[in-house]
């Protein structure tokens, strides 16, 4: 089971960015999958989740309005569509798969997922 996160870069205040995680050795649809990010010298902090199944989608305040989750189940991708990126929202992104059943409350969780991509950069800096 492998994750492999891409898309990231360097885009001015207000831009967008769509980050892209490719799953291999499993099916996307099955799984949940969250995006976390990391800022230099913070902790790893959930961005969104997709379930698997009924695909209901879960966001982090600071990131409604802006940031979208989708899965494409034909390419086995998962997508963030980032518009509206401000400063703060420079990081290291991270796409992880959730094996077993959690509830949504627990989306938040990194401790919850499975496996893990390698994560992508985002800067946003004008």
């Known amino acids: 089971v492998q994750l492999q996160a891409s898309g990231g870069g360097l885009v001015l205040p ?8 490719a799953a291999s050795g499993f099916t996307t649809g099955y799984y949940a999958i969250g995006w976390f990010r990391q800022a230099p010298g913070n902790e790893r902090v959930w961005v969104s989740s997709l379930s698997d199944g009924n695909g209901n ?10 940031f979208t989750i989708s899965r494409d189940n034909a390419k086995n991708l998962i997508y963030l569509q980032m518009n509206g990126l401000a400063l703060e929202d420079t990081a290291v992104y991270y796409c992880a798969a959730m094996v077993g059943y959690s509830p949504p409350d627990m989306f938040g969780e990194s401790y919850e997922y499975d496996y893990w991509g390698q994560g992508t950069q985002v800067t946003v800096s004008s």
């Open 14 to 21: 207000g831009g967008s960015l769509t980050l892209s995680c």
């Open 57 to 66: 989608t879960y966001y982090a305040d600071f990131v409604k309005g802006r």
